[in-house]
């Protein structure tokens, strides 16, 4: 694309010089062709070396984040809020790194060779989610990278889930998402690009930290939070406190999930909580009837409580 221009450039060059110059014409032209062929490799080489330039996360992850955005351009006239009280949270993952259950770990070793193959990625309603901010209203940076895990439940079908992604909501109450699903046969659904922003827990806070982005709404964890979801059994559907419970196929493949983000963003474990404890306004009590014990067997076999 850049050399046949200029092959069309120096023919119409040498003809003219050729005709008025002669040998001197030719040499010119040969120092043109010269100094335009070093040119052309080295913008060659720059082209190569970016090819194979591979991003880090943080290169990643400044991509897919907006600075101030424009919606919040006036929240120097709005009074910031104060930082929300800190809430204790003793993770129930203890440190384990004997007594690991070896059919466990060979199965999730097993599985997990082809996990990443398996996992669905269904695109969902832009509405319903957004970039990660570095910069709050009023002009202070914030860090966007995920560093904790907030575990929910669907309360609904997971078709039922899907579907809600899929549908605009232009009214910001409205807007809801995660950023993996794990139905009851185990089955993992990537809607949420984990660079991006999910909206799973709106007025929600962790160890007294929140991040507000924008001066309308308090703050929330979900510009520093992954969330992930699990698809609830039938009899969960009518509410209450608790219900039957999740399958076997969910805790294996919630497990391999939580060992590729803990593995990618440097997550500990102390760090993946609940939608419960996080949520500021008392609503909320998801993922109901979850078995620590169950993630505990799981996460020690891929060693990631050692």
């Not at 070896?102 to 957004?130: C, M």
Request: glycine fraction near 6%; include cysteine; hydrophobic fraction near 35%.
């Amino acid at each position: 694309m850049v050399r046949d221009p200029l092959t069309r450039r120096f023919k119409h060059l040498r003809r003219r010089l050729e005709g008025r110059h002669g040998i001197l014409a030719i040499g010119s032209f040969g120092l043109i062709v010269s100094l335009s062929s070093v040119i052309w490799l080295s913008s060659s080489d720059v082209a190569l070396t970016q090819s194979h330039h591979q991003p880090s996360l943080l290169e990643l992850l400044d991509q897919v984040t907006s600075g101030t955005p424009n919606q919040l351009d006036d929240a120097s006239n709005r009074m910031r809020p104060d930082p929300p009280e800190s809430s204790a949270w003793r993770s129930p993952l203890t440190r384990q790194c004997k007594g690991i259950d070896d059919q466990i770990r060979k199965r999730l070793v097993k599985l997990k060779s082809s996990f990443k193959q398996q996992r669905e990625r269904i695109a969902i309603d832009p509405s319903n989610y957004g970039k990660r901010y570095s910069v709050n209203p009023w002009k202070d940076s914030i860090d966007p990278m995920p560093r904790m895990v907030v575990l929910h439940e669907t309360a609904n079908s997971l078709t039922s889930a899907i579907n809600t992604f899929k549908t605009p909501h232009p009214n910001d109450h409205d807007q809801v998402s995660y950023h993996t699903l794990i139905g009851m046969n185990g089955r993992v659904v990537d809607v949420v690009d984990p660079l991006h922003r999910a909206y799973g827990a709106g007025y929600s806070a962790f160890h007294g930290e929140w991040a507000v982005t924008n001066p309308e709404f308090m703050g929330s964890v979900n510009n520093f939070a992954l969330h992930l979801s699990l698809e609830t059994p039938p009899d969960g559907y009518i509410g209450g406190r608790h219900h039957s419970g999740y399958t076997e196929q969910q805790y294996d493949a919630l497990a391999l999930v939580l060992d590729d983000w803990m593995e990618t963003f440097r997550i500990p474990s102390e760090a993946i909580t609940t939608h419960q404890h996080v949520d500021l306004g008392g609503e909320r009590g998801d993922p109901r009837s979850f078995n620590w014990k169950k993630l505990q067997v799981r996460m020690a076999a891929l060693k990631r409580l050692c």
